[in-house]
């Protein structure tokens, strides 16, 4: 069973800074596209950033220029590196692992941006 543990939420002011991290149970991390998704209260869930094993990345186009997506394999850990932070960014957001047609969760991680 895979098992993401999220972690670097918080409360933040708009124009703040947030660096998110994934780490992954699995061996499987290395071969696997991982991506960051967020989820606002009476909202869909919605990609905000993957990469792949080989590192290629893809944006949502409103986190383009603000948001960094990495990954570190030896780590088996994923990070998102939030910079000029919105008070729309606020959302609870969830890493996720995808292997073939398997999708993993993690249980997420608060983000709020407010003054």
């Known amino acids: 069973q895979v098992q993401l543990v999220e972690s670097g939420g918080g409360l933040v002011q708009p124009g703040g800074s947030l660096n998110l991290s994934c780490a992954a149970s699995?061996?499987?991390?290395?071969?696997?596209?991982m991506g960051w998704y967020r989820q606002a209260p009476g909202k869909q869930r919605e990609l905000v950033a993957t990469i792949s094993y080989r590192s290629n990345t893809n944006y949502a186009d409103f986190v383009k220029g603000r948001f960094t997506i990495v990954r570190d394999n030896a780590k088996s850990t994923i990070y998102l590196q939030m910079n000029s932070l919105k008070p729309e960014d606020t959302a609870r957001y969830y890493c996720?692992?995808?292997?073939?047609?398997?999708?993993?969760w993690g249980q997420g991680t608060q983000v709020t941006v407010s003054s």
């Open positions: 699995e061996s499987i991390f290395s071969v696997s596209v």
């Open positions: 996720n692992l995808r292997y073939g047609i398997d999708n993993y």
